[in-house]
């Protein structure tokens, strides 16, 4: 019976009787035994071929223990099922990927404050998968509906990081997925995973050059949004004031010229004045050998914009030339 409702459940003609019967089967003593049978039906080798089996699945253990209809009577626990949910993304159907990562986000957003860290790390276990499957995906409709979903999972998740007592689980593990998906994020989430990578920079620990420079590479180097590269400007600026008289010389070597000496070509306007300031603060008060090659390519940016400028008759690229004027002062 539960497998035949388990199929009729995706026609729109017969999904609302479906849930009913099942609501009505798993309210009664036979509950228990409803629920394990949709674990099975989710973690059996050959349900993978059928998608619409496992689809409804989902369907039912979400809405019956955290949905909006969820049966009073039912008392398992999220990470009593979650792990059958886990089992069930294997058969890649972008529906039942779809299904999954809707349930989540309905567990997430209604029951997300209250949460326990083993079911956080199952659900970031399921969204690592989603992700997963999105990034494979060739069809642009599903990949897209599956991707939207994600990002509104995430989003809800990342409102309960921000009030940290509410998110109990893997900040690490969240943001590493976080910054798999950073490209297709609005610029905010992006601006708050700076942050966050910014805290682990603590130059007590053994790497924290190493991520210094990742979080240069992944959100200045590499990324074209300019408030996000502006804000890895800034760690970088808080990181030199912080530690400067004890690490200059590594920082200078191993981070600001490696990723800064070709600012010149950069074809950020904004970027070119940001970096070129913080080349004159730090030629200011320089005490490496490395000072001429600072110099050279803070004048590289001058020659840029000066030869800018007589090219098109005005004054719109004077600023990074004016702050090369304090080196003479």
């Not at 099975?40 to 989902?58: H, K, P, R, W, Y």
């Not at 995973?193 to 992944?218: G, H, Q, Y």
């Not at 600026?237 to 690490?247: D, G, N, Q």
């Amino acid at each position: 019976l539960i497998v035949t409702l388990c199929l009729s459940v995706n026609r729109e003609a017969v999904c609302h009787t479906s849930w009913q019967l099942v609501s009505n089967l798993l309210g009664t003593h036979l509950g228990d035994k409803g629920i394990y049978i949709l674990c099975c039906i989710l973690e059996e080798e050959g349900s993978d071929e059928n998608a619409l089996l496992l689809q409804g699945a989902v369907y039912f253990l979400g809405m019956s223990l955290w949905g909006a209809r969820r049966v009073p009577s039912l008392r398992h626990s999220y990470p009593s099922v979650l792990p059958s949910i886990v089992k069930a993304l294997r058969c890649g159907r972008m529906p039942v990927v779809y299904e999954v990562v809707c349930s989540v986000d309905r567990l997430v957003r209604k029951y997300g404050q209250s949460l326990d860290f083993v079911t956080w790390d199952l659900v970031t276990d399921i969204l690592e998968k989603v992700a997963t499957h999105v990034e494979s995906e060739t069809s642009l409709e599903d990949g897209s509906r599956v991707a939207q979903c994600l990002h509104h999972v995430c989003c809800c998740i990342e409102d309960l990081c921000d009030n940290r007592k509410c998110f109990t689980g893997s900040p690490e593990r969240f943001f590493s997925l976080v910054e798999k998906l950073t490209l297709k994020r609005p610029e905010s989430c992006a601006l708050a995973l700076v942050l966050f990578r910014a805290e682990s920079i603590v130059i007590t620990s053994p790497d924290w050059m190493e991520k210094l420079c990742s979080l240069m590479e992944n959100y200045y180097r590499n990324e074209t949004r300019t408030n996000i590269r502006l804000q890895a400007l800034a760690v970088l600026s808080s990181v030199l004031s912080s530690c400067r008289y004890t690490f200059e010389d590594e920082i200078i070597e191993v981070v600001v010229l490696p990723y800064m000496l070709s600012v010149y070509k950069d074809s950020d306007m904004t970027v070119r004045t940001a970096v070129t300031q913080l080349l004159v603060d730090l030629a200011y008060d320089c005490h490496t050998p490395h000072f001429c090659n600072i110099v050279n390519a803070i004048n590289k940016v001058a020659n840029r914009e000066i030869g800018e400028s007589k090219e098109h008759g005005s004054d719109a690229h004077s600023e990074v030339c004016d702050v090369t004027v304090r080196l003479s002062q």
